[in-house]
């Protein structure tokens, strides 16, 4: 704070330019304080310049410059984009192929860090990580419910790369023979909802969407005669 004596003690105070709307300064005592919305993302430091004016004649007038450097919270949650991601996948797809690679962004998580602990097994840290959460429904060819729950049974997560893959089917001689586990009979189109977790915020962030998968028919029937 500048300070004068006798008559010209009375110092007034404001902002030549710096503050970009986001702080001001009390005229009387020159404290400086926050008057709108930070965001490390747009804008992480300010300089703003300072006038300080006494109360002589003529007026004298003394400036300083002001530093503030905004501290990073992680504030934002994760996005998916589209919120809506749609794919379709033949009946006979084999296990292990990738339906849907889900797409998310956090303009604030930590980037990914992939480390090796003492016994050498891998660690990650930082990013997204995926999931399957409920609600999850499908419908079958003709548009109805589906009422029981196999298809769930349908499609495999990885929770960091974000593919949805075709799950191995639960029969032994489907399984040998690579088939994947999806059954157009049991359910058509199946909607599942997905979330992307931001695991470096504290307390962890999560964003929504939806994928939506359409199981193509497969003509695996032959044509038989009717005998009358």
Do not use: C, W
């Not at 990914?112 to 003492?118: G, Y």
């Not at 058509?188 to 977790?197: E, G």
């Not at 470096?200 to 028919?217: F, K, L």
Request: proline share 6%; no cysteine; hydrophobic share 40%.
């Amino acid at each position: 704070m500048l300070t004068s004596a006798g008559a010209n003690a009375e110092i007034r105070y404001r902002i030549q330019k710096g503050a970009h709307d986001a702080f001001e300064v009390d005229a009387e005592t020159g404290v400086v304080t926050v008057s709108g919305p930070l965001d490390f993302d747009r804008r992480s430091s300010y300089d703003i310049r300072l006038v300080a004016v006494d109360g002589g004649v003529p007026a004298l007038s003394g400036t300083a410059t002001l530093t503030v450097s905004v501290m990073n919270k992680n504030d934002k949650v994760p996005t998916f984009l589209p919120s809506t991601q749609r794919a379709h996948v033949s009946e006979d797809a084999p296990a292990g192929r990738v339906v849907l690679h889900l797409n998310a962004t956090d303009a604030d998580a930590a980037p990914v860090v992939v480390s090796k602990d003492e016994e050498g097994a891998e660690q990650r840290t930082g990013g997204l990580a995926f999931s399957l959460v409920q609600p999850v429904y499908a419908v079958d060819a003709d548009g109805a419910p589906v009422r029981t729950d196999e298809f769930l049974s349908f499609f495999r997560l990885d929770e960091f790369t974000g593919e949805l893959s075709v799950a191995p089917s639960s029969s032994s001689s489907s399984t040998a023979s690579g088939r994947g586990a999806l059954n157009r009979a049991a359910a058509a189109v199946i909607t599942l909802t997905v979330a992307a977790t931001d695991l470096s915020a504290d307390p962890p962030q999560h964003g929504y969407g939806t994928a939506v998968i359409t199981i193509v028919d497969v003509n695996d029937f032959p044509p038989e005669f009717a005998v009358s």
